[in-house]
């Protein structure tokens, strides 16, 4: 009677093991099913989602200027290292009709990414084609060089003012890009985010000449939402062996750039050596 009783429990502790065992392996194959659907694509998750619509204008846009802008002159500095205009703070025009009208349309994310305010595109796309949700258009640079575009130049170097780099494709090297932004920064018509609605607002901004990984460059330096954000454009290396090159807009947190170096910083008003924004 003993030993029937001994058997008895032995068997129910076996099966019982193997059922806490069985219980758990479920458990964990729940818990890893659920760890891989977290990272199924939204193409593959939603086959069939319905489109979600254009998101609606929050403004009508001011009416275009009506001049055409020309190219200016270039005359240029070559006392330092860095090449630049000889009169730098003349590039930078805030009051420009065309600068301010450009502004109107844009805003700063939180991120300190410029983008379009009306200007929805598909973040997020189904396996049929849906848009499942949109992102407001980035407002960048399309690189090219100087040489490129103007051809012939003397010393390989040109500097547009805002209005022409606006009105005729937004390309140009880092130095049309950098007076550009600096511009409509500091016209009062280009809006941040508060609560949900577009708030327009001179953004502390200044260009800045310098180097960037040891090579020269021009950037800008403004601050937005208690940060201090850095914007500039280049061509950098693409394609599977590297030889291809495509144009880059880069935003990113002044911090985050040890290797900016820069030499001299100026404003639609001054122009001067190099000094840290206030608050860094």
Known sequence: ???????????FVVLSFKMVFTVEQ????????????????VQASVPDIV???????????????????AIRPYVINKDHDIWHAQYPSSYITPDNEWVRYYASLLYLDYDGRIRYKN?????????????????????????????EQFQSLPDADMWVMPDYYLTNGMQDDCDGWMVAVTSLML????????????????????????YMNGYRDGW????????????????????????????????????????????????D???????QMLSE
């Not at 002044?254 to 404003?267: G, I, L, M, Q, Y």
């Open 1 to 11: 009677m003993k030993l029937l009783t001994a058997v008895v429990l032995i068997l």
């Open 26 to 41: 479920i458990e964990d194959r729940s818990i890893e099913s659920v760890r891989q659907e977290v990272f199924i694509p």
């Open 51 to 69: 489109q979600t619509p254009t998101p609606l204008p929050t403004e009508a846009p001011d009416p275009e200027p009506d001049y055409v802008p």
């Open 119 to 147: 200007r929805a595109v598909p973040l997020e796309v189904d396996t049929k084609g849906n848009i499942i949700s949109w992102i407001d258009e980035p407002f960048v640079n399309n690189y090219i060089s100087d040489n």
């Open 187 to 210: 016209s009062g018509e280009m809006s941040i985010k508060e609560n949900g609605q577009f708030i327009k607002k001179i953004i502390p901004a200044k260009a800045v000449l310098g």
């Open 220 to 267: 800008v330096e403004y601050q937005v939402y208690g940060k201090t954000f850095l914007t500039t454009t280049a061509l950098i290396n693409a394609g599977i062996d590297g030889t291809e090159k495509i144009s880059s807009t880069e935003f990113a947190e002044k911090k985050d750039k040890e290797r900016a170096a820069p030499v001299f910083e100026f404003t």
């Open 269 to 275: 008003s001054s122009f001067g050596e190099y000094k």
